[in-house]
């Protein structure tokens, strides 16, 4: 899939990591608003450790936010 903002080719497997970004972002924001801080700690951990790895395989070089933009886009099987 061609990404028009970023101008970027993603792969499926690229699509089901921004998917589970996604995904983990808004759970931190469950475990923030329930105020289980050790919780939100560990999926953002995990959350950082997933775009490290995205960046890693991109053909070209992103920031972490531009990242989360791509992630905030309909990807994936989920």
């Known amino acids: 899939m061609m990404n028009n903002d970023a101008g970027i080719q993603l792969s499926e497997r690229h699509e ?34 997933l775009l490290s790895e995205l960046k890693g395989e991109l053909d070209r070089e992103l920031s972490a936010r531009e990242i989360t933009h791509l992630a905030g886009t309909t990807v994936g099987h989920c």
């Not at 998917?19 to 050790?38: C, Q």
């Open 16 to 49: 089901e990591f921004l998917a589970l970004i996604n995904m983990i972002e808004y759970s931190v924001g469950i475990a923030e608003s329930l105020s289980v801080d050790g919780a939100a700690f560990q999926l953002d951990a995990a959350r950082k450790t």
